[in-house]
């Protein structure tokens, strides 16, 4: 990653996903007019936080065991489903693209979960203010996957991704990749599998095929079934 910085004080980090989508619906903006401060994690940007003073986690969530994170959840079923199975813990979702910070919203909404926290924004800037050892399970489910050879540097499964989510993955935490693309599984078997400071935990075939016990099938996953591709579901373990 490249020293320069940007105005803010802010590393210039190449982003290459979309921020925003079709127009939102008046609903949807309503949703993220009323609703997405008050579910803030807390100071995040480098404008709000440029001494990058982590987040004081037990004041995000007071009175939650555990924390968890997901790395883009898309529309947000995936975790609203697990917010509602999992009342005792806390989540913080992170994603950029905008439609689907709304799609999100009008599901807490919805389901009236209390216990999720909504970060519209890249992963990289969390990962900057998120404690050492401080998450407990982290999902990185269908990502973009950037098909074409040369973009491959551009998957999260790269170092300047997996170093620092190692860094706040607590020993023993749980670290989850679904997806439908063939050479995204040998990525990031090559990438995470490999790592010292990752094990993965399949056993046999059955381990990565099937998905897992509290899973709910996504509308990414849907597609993926529709168009004829396989889902792989890779459990790792932060050593």
């Given at each position: 990653m490249?020293?320069?910085?940007?105005?803010s004080?802010a590393?210039?980090?190449?982003?290459?996903?979309?921020?925003?989508?079709?127009?939102?619906r008046?609903?949807q903006?309503?949703?993220?007019?009323?609703?997405l401060?008050a579910l803030?994690?807390g100071?995040?940007?480098w404008?709000d936080n440029?001494?990058?003073t982590?987040?004081?986690?037990a004041q995000v969530?007071?009175?939650?065991?555990?924390i968890w994170?997901?790395i883009?959840?898309?529309?947000g079923?995936?975790m609203?489903?697990?917010?509602?199975?999992?009342?005792?813990?806390g989540l913080?979702?992170?994603?950029?693209f905008?439609?689907?910070?709304?799609?999100?919203?009008?599901?807490?909404r919805?389901?009236?979960?209390?216990n999720?926290?909504?970060?519209?924004?890249?992963?990289?800037d969390?990962?900057?203010?998120?404690p050492?050892?401080?998450?407990?399970?982290a999902?990185?489910?269908?990502?973009?996957?950037?098909?074409?050879?040369?973009?491959?540097?551009?998957?999260?499964?790269?170092p300047?991704h997996?170093?620092p989510?190692?860094?706040?993955l607590?020993p023993g935490?749980?670290?989850?990749v679904?997806?439908?693309i063939?050479d995204?599984?040998r990525?990031?078997?090559e990438?995470?599998?490999?790592?010292?400071?990752?094990e993965?935990l399949a056993e046999?075939?059955?381990?990565?095929?099937k998905?897992?016990g509290?899973w709910i099938?996504?509308?990414y996953?849907?597609?993926?079934?529709?168009?004829?591709?396989?889902p792989?579901?890779?459990?790792?373990?932060?050593v």
């Open positions: 490249s020293d320069d910085k940007h105005p004080g590393p210039w980090r190449n982003f290459y996903g979309r921020f925003r989508g079709k127009t939102l008046d609903s903006k309503a949703y993220l007019e009323e609703d401060a803030s994690p100071p995040v940007s404008e440029p001494e990058r982590p987040l004081d986690l969530f007071p009175g939650k065991s555990e994170l997901e883009g959840f898309g529309g079923e995936h609203v489903h697990q917010a509602a199975l999992h009342p005792h813990v913080i979702g992170c994603e950029p905008i439609n689907g910070v709304a799609m999100l919203l009008g599901k807490i919805k389901a009236e979960v209390e999720v926290k909504v970060h519209p924004g890249d992963v990289r969390m990962f900057d203010v998120l050492d050892a401080s998450i407990s399970r999902f990185l489910l269908y990502p973009d996957p950037w098909p074409k050879k040369r973009h491959h540097r551009r998957r999260f499964v790269t300047e997996l170093d989510l190692s860094r706040v607590k935490a749980i670290f989850r679904a997806t439908d063939p995204y599984v990525q990031t078997l990438q995470v599998a490999t790592r010292p400071d990752f993965w046999g075939p059955e381990d990565w095929r998905p897992w509290d099938s996504t509308r996953e849907q597609k993926a079934l529709r168009e004829g591709r396989t792989h579901y890779l459990t790792f373990r932060r």
